[in-house]
């Protein structure tokens, strides 16, 4: 059972912002509802400013979180986009591997940078939520489906397995305080979809948001950012994806489906699509381009035997599972269910 929950801005510094203090103050009554002793690590709430000109800190800050024997859970503000600057800070001097703990490790978005540094020293980690847009949102209380898989998360340390929602809701438009206990328009959903391929396949999952995966290869947002990416080795090799289950979801930047396909040609140029054992595709935020990414994807992973399996409630399109990386994963789109083995 998770007692103590450590939040770190490992990427936007947005919970120290003013015009998000009525979210963060709802998250951590929620949070402490549960008997969660909640701690905010010494620089989370320091700002966007502060956080964009000091990586080091908010390296700092997930190294005294793992290091920290009292804290059981590290989750993730929220995302962003440059947690990519925190590699030298945590694997020039093997800082990470030498501070790195068994501790439940959520978040999602940029935070797919942060699983890989964690794959990389090891660690099983969990994908699919975060502080500010989960356990803050401003409905009532945290979405059904999102809370489900949350507690089961503070519960047990794990997931068992998901199973689709039956409803997607629209992408808030506002997040001011008069936003409090209004609820997102909803509609029905019909589960998950299997594009190609066997219906039943398993491995490890890995992967993450497209849009982060995409700027590891390609310079546009940051010059600097493949290049420092391929320096720390961040993406894994084409030995290392053998057997695994690709995952991959959309951010809110609802991405143009020929910068998907672009995006789809790295991964394939990365060798990956020839070794895994299938893919994971996260519904888009308020169903854009659905079918155009659909179309990419049979397009550029060109093999019909490779199984992918679409509409998975999990990254930016809300309600939001969780999923473990790092453990056996068996799919079942028949069943529609997805199990994990901890064992």
């Given at each position: 059972?998770?007692?103590t929950?450590?939040?770190?801005?490992?990427?936007?510094g947005?919970?120290?912002?003013?015009?998000?203090?009525h979210?963060?103050?709802?998250?951590?009554?929620?949070?402490?509802?549960?008997?969660?002793?909640v701690?905010?690590?010494?620089h989370?709430?320091?700002?966007?400013?502060?956080?964009?000109?000091?990586?080091?800190?908010?390296?700092?800050?997930?190294?005294e979180a793992?290091?920290?024997p009292?804290?059981?859970?590290?989750?993730?503000?929220?995302?962003?986009?440059?947690?990519?600057?925190?590699?030298?800070?945590?694997?020039?001097?093997?800082?990470?591997?030498?501070?790195v703990?068994?501790k439940?490790?959520?978040?999602?978005s940029?935070?797919?940078?942060?699983?890989l540094?964690?794959?990389?020293?090891?660690?099983?980690t969990?994908?699919?939520?975060?502080?500010?847009?989960d356990?803050?949102?401003?409905?009532?209380?945290?979405?059904?489906?999102?809370?489900?898989?949350?507690e089961?998360?503070?519960r047990?340390?794990?997931i068992s397995?998901?199973?689709?929602?039956?409803?997607?809701?629209?992408?808030r438009?506002?997040?001011?305080?008069?936003?409090?206990?209004i609820?997102?328009?909803?509609?029905?959903?019909h589960?998950?979809?299997?594009?190609?391929?066997?219906?039943?396949?398993?491995?490890?999952?890995?992967?993450?948001?497209?849009?982060?995966?995409?700027?590891?290869?390609?310079?546009?947002?940051?010059?600097?950012?493949?290049?420092?990416c391929?320096r720390?080795?961040?993406?894994?090799?084409?030995?290392?994806?053998?057997?695994k289950?690709?995952?991959?979801?959309?951010?809110?930047?609802?991405?143009?489906?020929?910068?998907?396909?672009?995006?789809?040609?790295?991964?394939?140029s990365?060798?990956?699509?020839?070794?895994?054992?299938g893919m994971?595709?996260?519904?888009?935020?308020?169903?854009?381009?659905h079918?155009?990414?659909?179309?990419?994807?049979?397009?550029?992973?060109?093999?019909?035997?490779?199984?992918?399996?679409?509409?998975?409630?999990?990254?930016?399109?809300?309600?939001r599972?969780?999923?473990?990386?790092?453990?056996?994963?068996h799919?079942?789109a028949?069943?529609?269910?997805?199990?994990?083995?901890?064992?």
């Open positions: 059972m998770i007692k929950i450590a939040i770190v801005s490992l990427s936007s947005t919970i120290g912002e003013p015009s998000v203090k979210e963060t103050a709802l998250g951590l009554r929620r949070l402490e509802s549960y008997g969660i002793d701690r905010f690590m010494p989370a709430l320091k700002g966007i400013r502060y956080l964009q000109q000091h990586p080091e800190d908010r390296a700092s800050d997930l190294l793992f290091r920290d009292e804290i059981d859970m590290i989750l993730c503000a929220i995302g962003g986009d440059d947690t990519y600057r925190l590699l030298p800070y945590l694997f020039d001097h093997d800082e990470l591997i030498h501070a703990s068994d439940v490790f959520l978040g999602f940029d935070s797919t940078l942060n699983h540094m964690l794959h990389k020293v090891g660690l099983r969990f994908y699919g939520q975060s502080f500010l847009a356990i803050c949102e401003l409905d009532h209380e945290m979405l059904p489906y999102t809370k489900r898989y949350f089961e998360l503070l047990t340390g794990s397995e998901i199973a689709p929602s039956s409803v997607w809701y629209e992408s438009k506002g997040f001011g305080p008069e936003q409090i206990g609820a997102n328009p909803s509609h029905s959903d589960g998950f979809e299997l594009l190609q391929g066997s219906p039943v396949f398993s491995g490890e999952v890995l992967g993450g948001c497209i849009d982060s995966l995409y700027d590891l290869f390609n310079g546009d947002r940051y010059e600097d950012m493949p290049e420092l391929s720390y080795r961040l993406f894994p090799s084409a030995e290392d994806w053998k057997g289950i690709l995952l991959l979801e959309s951010s809110e930047e609802k991405m143009p489906p020929e910068k998907y396909r672009k995006a789809l040609e790295y991964l394939k990365a060798g990956i699509f020839q070794v895994i054992s994971l595709i996260g519904k888009p935020m308020d169903d854009v381009y079918m155009e990414y659909k179309d990419a994807l049979k397009d550029v992973v060109g093999d019909p035997r490779v199984p992918i399996l679409c509409n998975v409630n999990v990254g930016h399109a809300m309600p599972c969780i999923i473990p990386f790092g453990v056996k994963s799919v079942d028949g069943q529609q269910r997805i199990c994990f083995d901890h064992s």
